[in-house]
């Protein structure tokens, strides 16, 4: 039997074994505060507010570090209980400042939302002052370690799922932060900006920065052309900012509210992964040809990015030199799009919608501006367009459906499974599987690279010849196929990266609450947008097919050369 | 500043063991001239160890025995252990800070002393004690303390002529 007889708060249930008390409880219904906790990562057991009472143990226990026991008697609901839980939130909030009004995280913030529960209304001791300097030293993210809690979350991702280790605990006693050494920011630092520790943040320590007053400004400005990209990932994710579950496929109302909101066109990033793909994989096949500088490692996710060039600089020649589906379209929007449009590229206002806090920097990078003009002028995470969105008092649900403008707004199915984890590298092989031999794929689905198992591999027969390719996502799993690829022990052709576990889909940018169980679920609503798409191969797209013949003559021609192609540089262990 | 390889050969001798961080961290500061772990030396062990610097940090700046700042010529530690404590060590630290014009944890300008607190110097039974560089001073009062600092002072002084008269 996998199962045990618990009583909680007087009622027989019958529990798996292995369970938490925290968990068992859970599925009564019950749900437990927690704070330090997260289903993801390992046990802390730091905050103490989970606590609940266990017969014949004299001292409340954490219900998150507890596991069940035969007969365990558990009370969630007695007065000693409520007055601890109680009491633990004025301790916290005595050493916290009282900023809930103007705090970023006011309305989703994990504290407030249980101080508002368990009716905190008195706070002892003096109100904390902001004794600590705020972190702006990067354009993605800032910290404010006078909101931090030292719950260790941040510290946990950016240790295990990232392995990079930028945040960790430091000093001792009442001196305790969670900073990178010496106190230092995070541009002098190690840190690739990707944003996980943000995603993971109860309250609002650590956050992206904030630019919705720079788009706000532009679209009041009636001199400025307007123009949006909205990223794959971001169709699947952005419902759950007005409350829907995760999965649901919303592009229409998407486009709806972009335009609503007043941009001149909204336009699809998925149009420069179609590109991408087609660049890609010419440079691919052009590298098995020679047999040089294999495997190709992907180069769409800026986190990565900024990994490579600060702790692999040695396999910078590996990388693909595309730029990013969302740089190409910001050089695009400021040329072609520009010269179809007969609008003056200065007067083009470029504005990203990412899943992404690493996108802010990559679209800051002064070596992105190949038509003369910033690529991309504003990043918004999925957050910050959530923040938009309700701030002009839309009714996202209520929204109807409407369509991308032509002709950067036109896809592939291809383009939309970028987003997930293997999308690339399936988007890309159903690509040069066609353009190699000729025939066109029976069946488009690669499924050994599709899933959230960590590194995924497979071969494919291409030609004749077997290829191999590996797709990896999160950097602690990154960091296992640099080490293969550098020891000469990996045989792939070709790897796909993507820094944020699941990919973009799980990006720093999302949607808070965005777990691995979310994260499967918005890789399962961008397969069945690729499903749902009348192309779903990337050489197939009609307006790249246009882009090709009008303007970028072939794929690695000269102009692709100028706009869509960049350089890296050994950065040394700073961003900066 | 401390050579690389001072550091290397110390984390060699710990069987570059990452579980023996902690001595490590107690080694390279001892062999530092001015008996602190320095940042080049966080980043160097980090970086032989294969650990991020944030956790070699976190390590460094929870134990009071390691000092992330440098120290003075002489390195004063009181001890604040309880039998210390009830034979009086208070005015013996007050007596030190005053004379020296520095608080516990500091150092004083011109880098010749600091003052530290620390548990138990193994010499309980000549309490209140301190402990200047490697040397144990014990049955101290206020003056006897204030004495041995001008003495300090004297040798210091007599130390940086002698080095002078020899150009
Ligand atoms: S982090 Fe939460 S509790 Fe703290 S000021 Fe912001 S909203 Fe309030
Ligand atoms: S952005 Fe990523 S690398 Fe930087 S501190 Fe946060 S989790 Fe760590
Ligand atoms: S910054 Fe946020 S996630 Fe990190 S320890 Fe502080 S409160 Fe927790
Ligand atoms: S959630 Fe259980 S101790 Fe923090
Ligand atoms: S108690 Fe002070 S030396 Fe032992």
Redesign the pocket.
């Known amino acids: 039997m996998n199962k045990m007889k618990i009583f909680v708060n007087g009622q027989e249930v019958w529990i798996e074994k292995d369970s938490t008390v925290l968990n068992a409880v859970k599925q009564q219904g019950i749900d437990l505060p927690t704070l330090c906790h997260h289903p993801d990562q390992r046990v802390k057991a730091n905050c103490r507010v989970c606590v609940v009472e266990v017969e014949g143990v004299k001292n409340l226990v954490a219900s998150c570090s507890t596991k069940v026991a035969e007969g365990m008697r558990i009370t969630t609901n007695s007065p000693r209980v409520r007055e601890t839980v109680r009491t633990i939130l004025e301790l916290i ?1 005595a050493d ?12 989703n ?4 939302q249980l ?1 508002s529960k368990y009716g905190v209304r008195d706070i002892e001791g003096e109100k904390a002052n902001n004794i600590f300097p705020q972190d702006k030293s990067t354009p993605s993210l800032v910290r ?1 370690p006078n ?1 931090c ?1 030292k719950c260790g979350r941040c510290a946990e991702v950016c240790h295990h799922t990232q392995n990079v280790g930028i945040l960790y605990s430091h000093n001792r006693g009442t001196e305790v932060c969670i900073a990178p050494e010496y106190g230092k920011q995070l541009a002098e630092v190690a840190c690739v900006l990707c944003g996980q520790c943000a995603l993971v943040c ?4 650590i956050h992206e920065k904030d630019d919705t007053d720079l788009v706000w400004e532009a679209l009041a400005n009636p001199h400025k052309h307007v123009v949006v990209q909205t990223a794959p990932a971001v169709r699947v994710s952005i419902a759950e900012e007005f409350g829907l579950p995760p999965g649901e496929i919303s592009t229409g109302k998407l486009v709806t509210a972009l335009r609503k909101l007043g941009f001149d066109q909204v336009f699809d990033t998925d149009f420069t992964a179609d590109l991408t793909i087609m660049e890609e994989g010419h440079e691919l096949l052009q590298r098995m040809q020679t047999g040089k500088n294999l495997p190709l490692l992907t180069s769409c996710s800026p986190g990565w990015i900024n990994y490579i060039e600060q702790y692999y600089p040695g396999l910078l020649p590996l990388v693909s030199t595309c730029k990013s589906p969302q740089q190409m379209f910001g050089a695009l929007a400021k040329t072609y799009y520009a010269q179809s449009s007969g609008i003056e590229p200065k007067n083009i206002f470029v504005v990203s919608v990412m899943p992404c806090t690493a996108k802010k920097y990559e679209a800051a990078r002064p070596e992105m501006n190949s038509s003369g003009f910033r690529d991309v002028d504003a990043v918004l995470t999925s957050r910050e367009l959530g923040r938009m969105l309700r701030q002009e008092g839309m009714d996202f649900q209520k929204l109807t459906e409407s369509e991308f403008d032509a002709p950067l707004g036109i896809s592939s199915g291809a383009a939309a499974i970028f987003g997930a984890t293997g999308g690339v590298m399936e988007a890309a092989l159903r690509t040069v599987y066609e353009v190699v031999t000729g025939e066109s794929l029976c069946k488009l689905e690669f499924s050994e690279v599709r899933g959230m198992e960590g590194i995924k591999e497979a071969s494919v027969e291409l030609d004749g010849k077997e290829i191999k390719v590996a797709v990896a996502h999160g950097l602690d799993k990154a960091k296992k196929v640099m080490e293969l690829i550098q020891s000469g022990k990996a045989d792939y052709s070709f790897v796909e990266i993507m820094c944020c576990p699941g990919g973009c889909i799980g990006g720093g940018g999302q949607p808070y609450g965005t777990t691995n169980e979310v994260r499967a679920k918005r890789i399962e609503a961008l397969y069945q947008v690729d499903e749902n798409m009348p192309v779903r191969k990337s050489h197939e797209n009609p307006a790249v097919q246009d882009l090709y013949r009008d303007f970028l003559k072939e794929p690695l021609g000269e102009l692709s050369h100028q706009l869509l192609h960049t350089e890296y540089r050994n950065r040394g262990l700073s961003i900066n | 500043m401390m050579s690389s390889t001072i550091v290397q050969d110390i984390i060699h001798q710990h069987g570059g063991d990452k579980a023996l961080l902690l001595q490590v961290l107690l080694a390279v500061q001892d062999a530092d001239p001015q008996k602190y772990l320095s940042e080049e030396s966080v980043n160097e062990i980090a970086r032989i160890l294969e650990i991020p610097r944030s956790r070699v940090y976190s390590t460094a700046s929870f134990y009071s025995e390691i000092s992330l700042q440098p120290r003075g010529i002489y390195l004063i530690r009181v001890c604040t252990n309880a039998p210390c404590e009830n034979a009086g060590k208070a005015l013996v630290l007050q007596a030190i800070e005053k004379e020296l014009g520095i608080g516990a944890g500091q150092t004083t300008s011109d880098g010749i002393f600091t003052v530290e607190c620390v548990n138990c110097l193994g010499a309980c039974y000549m309490s209140p004690a301190i402990k200047v560089n490697d040397v144990i001073y014990g049955d101290l009062t206020p003056e006897k303390a204030v004495k041995i600092i001008a003495e300090l002072r004297k040798e210091y002084q007599d130390g940086q002529n002698t080095s002078g008269s020899c150009i």
């Open positions: 909030f916290h400042p009282h900023e809930c009004l103007t705090c970023i995280r006011n309305g913030c994990e504290l407030r101080a404010n909101k809690i109860p309250v609002g320590a």
